[in-house]
């Protein structure tokens, strides 16, 4: 597992003198005390893009960061000096939550503004989050298992569409406790989100019902386990979905390449970013050897200039649905 701890203490101290602003696509200027504007600060890219959509028309009113617009993913993030200093500084914090996020609680410790409104995505969902899981045929962390006592969560919660339901709705709530006076506005635009939300879902419901095949075969790191659990999908893969590992071991690509042939599937899947030698390695190891390699985006890794191109978290969904689409039936 990735773990990345950060004693930030320091940091925020430290970091005042080096504060800077960037592009104005990612408005980094600090609280409303100071600005005038409600400043809203956002890890990754779906709860950012989540956050705009419920803005609206207000969103050039509001000073809205997105923390890892570089593309470095949830996992791997560690913030810089200006960004504690944004998080410090700012009126709302909305953040996933998870194993990665644990430098959360050091930043908000040292938080100058105690007025700050946060939102910890997987404490809104609760019952809803579920633990990590190992399953059959995956490389395990036997050395570690033993000694973990905490339970650890899967932290991929965006990549369920009801999820994303319980998350918009959310951030309307305290967005409109933050900013009274925008309230009626940010609750129309959450409803029409939500119904955008809610169209894709049913669409991946009904395609995925009528699919020949109901099991996903990733040769990579598996981030889509509330996603598969939303529509009854399986899944077989080389990775947890927040595993560090790169390497898969023979006995994985040959149990991998064994669910192919028995499934008789025609596609082996990734996640974008990957170099594909593990599909590559499972594709070679079947009685075929003919299968597709398909990628399916677990909206990561997002940069600045994707958004400024026009991705957003629908979009790469639904793009996410053309590759099922045609990889299922």
Known sequence: ?????????????????????????????????ATG???????????????????GSHQDEVQLTYLMNSGTDLHNYQPT???????????????????????VDDALAEARNKNMKVIDLMDVLSDSVREEEVKEGMESHEEEEDTEEETEYDEHIWLSLKNAKSCVSEICSVLSDADNAHAADYANNADSYISSLDSLDNSFAAMIGKAKNKTLIFGDRFPFRYFVED????????????????????????????????????????????????????KNSTASKDQSIAVLDSIQSVTAEQIADGSNYISIMEHNYSILEEALN
Do not use: H
């Not at 990345?4 to 101290?13: E, N, Y």
């Not at 409600?38 to 989540?50: E, G, K, Q």
């Open 37 to 55: 504007k409600l400043s809203v600060v956002c890890t990754i890219f779906p709860v950012y893009d989540w956050t705009r959509e419920v803005l």
């Open 81 to 103: 000096a200006d960004d504690m200093v944004r998080i410090s500084d700012c009126d709302v914090f909305v953040y996933v939550g998870g194993e990665s996020d644990k430098w």
């Open 231 to 282: 529509y009854g999908l399986d899944y077989f893969a080389a990775f947890a979905g927040c595993s560090a590992e790169t390497q898969a071991s023979f006995d994985t690509i040959t149990f991998l390449a064994d669910k192919v042939d028995e499934l008789n599937a025609d596609t082996i899947f990734t996640i974008e970013g990957s170099d594909c030698t593990i599909a590559e390695a499972v």
């Open 1 to 33: 597992m990735f773990r990345k701890l950060l004693s930030a203490a320091a940091a925020v101290v430290m970091a005042a003198s080096l504060f800077s602003c960037s592009s104005p696509t990612f408005k980094e200027e600090s609280g409303f005390a």
